[in-house]
């Protein structure tokens, strides 16, 4: 796994909005700027149109501050329309690249597939575009509110100085008290939300066995914890908050007397009374407003570290110069390797050479290595060691978009995806009407398609779960046939077939055959091995033999015009020396 040093991805992102924030930025200048008009108008009203009993001033101030208050409204108007803007800048020029690592996170973490980077980034360009950044553009004007509470009387800066400090220690305290519990929350609803996921991808089977209760049990305990540290949170941020705004409140009331007592002895008017309490309202409010939005700003800052660990960690796919069109020469040199994340090898010193059109089928007991040869084989899974050549070029120098047309593989567990028959099988490509045909009838599968209730363009759900395992199996065949691939890998692809399935795929592999395509084969069925160049052995991880056919399953070969040859029986004798232990040999009868 790469670590980028270069500076997030993320915050590369952010940075290309830089521009926009000043712009906000600037607005929110002249937004505090126009926040001083009514406390002005409200002193000019006491000090001035009282005093003068002019009602021509009234009119004229009144329109001033109503326009006023009407380019203010524009400002916020733009400002938050800006920040949305940005928020969805982000989502679009981040998403795929954040798809993309989740992507490569699952395959390198196969058992933790989750979509919570997602919910991260919504939960991040919600909080850019909502009201809890203002409170972070108006907290620089803090200071000059003050100061022009100042500037009434130095009581008034010193009051509402010592008020500000207040407030800004309960923020601090509010950070300290719920950061680790927000955090620990928030790790905890993921986690039971991965579980709940997982959970419904199996309903079949929770349902079945009766293990609903049990597993929903699991999940309960990680989410009632989860609503523990989360109450616990909200009821220490709730009991600052709640300090907070009676502090605010109590600080312009007693402000105001503060002010009444200076207007009795003559150091204020009445209108700097009135306005200073105003004033005071605006200074405390972006300190007030940074307390309420906290957990918003801690949901963000959480889903940020999450997103800047996911794409510092998996890095972004270099461009690669583009390799002619392989031709199915697989080559593996000494090849070491384990599921990611384990340290142990499942496969160990594998070398192996499949020329061009050549057929291997890979036998040996459960847990022999032979999903993991199929996937290392592919560049699914890196090998520890040694290195895996795909016409001479080691597998990992290739596009994989670019190379992937050229691939079919047919793994043991089938997902087939939202979308028609045909669009399945076209790998969500456009559409080749002749080449999904053609891929289908290949397969095997073109009269069970047609009898579908539209066809080709029957809509499957999720995992296709309005057809039987067979059906999907062999849809997922024709899906790793489409396109003329060079190399072709099956992971028991006969896992689900009945018969006539199983000789429907033997006439496959003939014609794959015929057209020259390299295939890996992995199987447990004698009909299959006979249709194959040579029979890999595996045991522990490692080759036992690498033997032709006829010395393994004794059966039929058949042909790419559907015709069956018949291959002598060898039988496996014991030498006399064994004395009754089979040596693993085999002679003719």
């Not at 296709?464 to 890998?489: D, E, K």
């Not at 249709?531 to 080759?543: A, C, P, R, S």
């Amino acid at each position: 796994m790469a670590v980028s040093h270069e500076g997030s991805d993320l915050k590369k992102v952010l940075n290309t909005s830089r521009q926009s924030f000043i712009y906000v930025g600037i607005f929110s200048f002249f937004i505090n700027l126009l926040m001083l008009a009514p406390p002005l108008y409200m002193l000019q009203v006491y000090d001035r149109v009282i005093t003068t009993r002019s009602q021509e001033t009234l009119l004229m101030l009144t329109l001033l501050v109503i326009f006023l208050f009407l380019v203010m409204g524009g400002l916020e108007l733009l400002r938050s329309r800006i920040l949305v803007r940005i928020g969805n800048r982000l989502d679009v020029l981040i998403s795929q690249r954040l798809y993309s690592a989740m992507f490569k996170r699952s395959l390198i973490m196969p058992g933790r597939p989750s979509a919570q980077p997602l919910n991260d980034l919504t939960t991040l360009r919600q909080f850019l575009s909502g009201n809890g950044l203002f409170a972070f553009f108006d907290a620089p004007w803090v200071p000059i509110y003050i100061a022009v509470l100042a500037m009434f009387h130095p009581w008034f800066g010193l009051f509402a100085l010592g008020a500000g400090i207040i407030l800004a220690t309960l923020a601090i305290i509010n950070e300290a008290i719920t950061k680790s519990l927000l955090n620990d929350a928030n790790s905890q609803h993921v986690l039971s939300q991965d579980l709940a996921n997982s959970n419904l991808r199996n309903a079949e089977v929770l349902h079945a066995m009766g293990m609903l209760p049990n597993i929903m049990g699991r999940w309960s305990a990680r989410h009632r914890e989860y609503l523990v540290l989360q109450s616990k949170a909200s009821d220490r941020a709730g009991m600052i908050t709640n300090t907070s705004k009676v502090l605010r409140l109590m600080f312009q009331s007693l402000i105001l007397g503060l002010g009444a007592y200076l207007v009795l002895t003559g150091d204020l008017t009445p209108g700097m009374m009135i306005a200073g309490s105003i004033l005071m309202g605006r200074a405390l409010a972006p300190i007030d407003q940074m307390i309420n939005g906290w957990k918003g700003f801690s949901g963000a800052r959480t889903a940020r570290a999450r997103l800047e660990e996911l794409l510092n960690t998996i890095a972004a796919e270099e461009p690669r110069m583009p390799l002619p069109k392989p031709k199915g020469r697989l080559v593996l040199e000494g090849v070491t390797a384990a599921p990611p994340g384990q340290k142990l090898p499942t496969l160990r010193n594998i070398n192996l050479t499949l020329a061009r059109g050549e057929h291997l089928a890979i036998v040996g007991a459960s847990a022999s290595g032979k999903s993991t040869l199929a996937r290392v084989a592919l560049g699914i899974w890196p090998s520890q060691f040694g290195c895996v050549r795909l016409d001479g070029a080691d597998i990992t120098q290739w596009n994989r978009s670019a190379l992937g047309p050229h691939i079919g593989y047919l793994p043991q567990d089938i997902e087939l995806f939202d979308g028609t028959i045909s669009e399945n099988i076209a790998r969500f490509d456009a559409v080749d009407p002749q080449a999904v045909v053609h891929a289908a009838q290949k397969a095997g599968v073109h009269e069970m398609i047609l009898e579908q209730p539209n066809g080709y363009d029957t809509w499957l759900s999720h995992g296709g779960n309005t057809l039987s395992a067979g059906q999907r199996q062999r849809i997922g065949l024709a899906r790793a046939l489409y396109g003329q691939p060079v190399l072709v890998v099956l992971d028991e692809p006969d896992a689900n077939l009945d018969e006539a399935g199983e000789q429907s795929l033997a006439h496959c592999l003939a014609l794959l055959r015929q057209e020259g395509t390299t295939a890996m084969i992995i199987t447990h069925r004698t009909l299959l091995l006979t249709n194959v160049d040579k029979v890999l052995v595996l045991k522990e991880g490692q080759i036992s033999s690498i033997k032709p056919p006829t010395s393994i399953a004794p059966v039929a070969r058949m042909t790419a015009d559907g015709t069956r040859t018949v291959t002598p029986k060898r039988v496996t004798t014991l030498k006399p020396s064994a004395r009754g232990r089979n040596n693993g040999e085999d002679t003719q009868p």
